[in-house]
């Protein structure tokens, strides 16, 4: 069991998912040629995973955003991005969003594309969730998103910015599902840091996104980043899919 566990998570590493129905005999016969185009195609996504960066007249601030969909508007794409509520202040005078790396190659520490024009589509104070969009002449790839029920040792893997720095991602399971009222958090074993917030929580067995990593345990004198917190889609999912069906 744990030689498949590790497996599962190798194969999320490098960008591959792992299907979800399939039978290990048709695994076996997919060809090198679909594996690698595959391959590519989920690293590409990953590398569109964003650094969400809100400036105001004291200074600026820094997140994580990830694509969820995209629509031809004439002869632009307008692709709309999650992040976290609280990653957009209330007196914010500028946002933008910037990726890094090669195109489907993975990540680096360099900035490979800027968007300056960033519009607030959505905000919400009690879920901690916003969607932004983006007006673009290039098609971004998006990530798919999992409504679906969580459950404890769920395998996961969290795509962010720490510290307001380079692209990172790390590992780690699904533990306890937190309700207070109608207010809904999972806690997670994959550490995440400030500048994480806003980044997907993704799925590692289906490659979906289901969660948004949203807040660090800590007290006055330590953080404790081996319990971290996300929101699940499940439970924000109407002000999702209303934001993204906008007119």
């Known amino acids: ?103 489907g190659k993975g990540f680096s520490d360099n900035i490979s594309r800027t968007f300056r024009r960033v519009d607030v589509v959505m905000k919400d104070s009690i879920y901690d969730v916003a969607m932004v969009s983006t007006l673009t002449e290039k098609e971004i790839p998006v990530l798919e998103m999992d409504y679906g029920a ?35 958090r999972w806690s997670t074993n994959a550490p995440i840091m400030f500048g994480n917030s806003g980044g997907p929580v993704i799925d590692v067995a289906s490659g979906k996104v289901v969660g948004i990593a949203s807040a660090i345990i800590s007290n006055r004198d330590s953080v404790y980043n081996s319990c971290s917190l996300m929101i699940p889609l499940n439970s924000c999912f109407h002000l999702i899919e209303k934001a993204l069906n906008e007119k």
Request: hydrophobic share 35%; with cysteine.
């Open 1 to 103: 069991m744990k030689k498949l566990l590790h497996g599962l998570l190798a194969l999320c590493v490098l960008g591959v998912v792992a299907p979800q129905s399939r039978k290990a005999t048709e695994q076996v016969c997919i060809s090198a040629e679909k594996k690698k185009s595959f391959d590519f195609s989920f690293r590409e996504k990953l590398s569109c995973v964003g650094k969400f960066i809100s400036e105001d007249d004291g200074g600026e601030g820094s997140g994580t955003c990830f694509p969820v969909k995209k629509k031809k508007v004439g002869d632009k794409w307008k692709t709309y991005w999650l992040t976290n509520n609280h990653n957009i202040p209330w007196n914010v005078t500028n946002l933008r969003i910037e990726l890094f790396g090669p195109k």
């Open 150 to 184: 969580q459950e404890s040792f769920k395998k996961v893997f969290v795509v962010g910015f720490p510290l307001g720095l380079f692209p990172h991602y790390t590992e780690g399971s699904l533990s306890t599902k937190i309700k207070t009222g109608s207010h809904i």
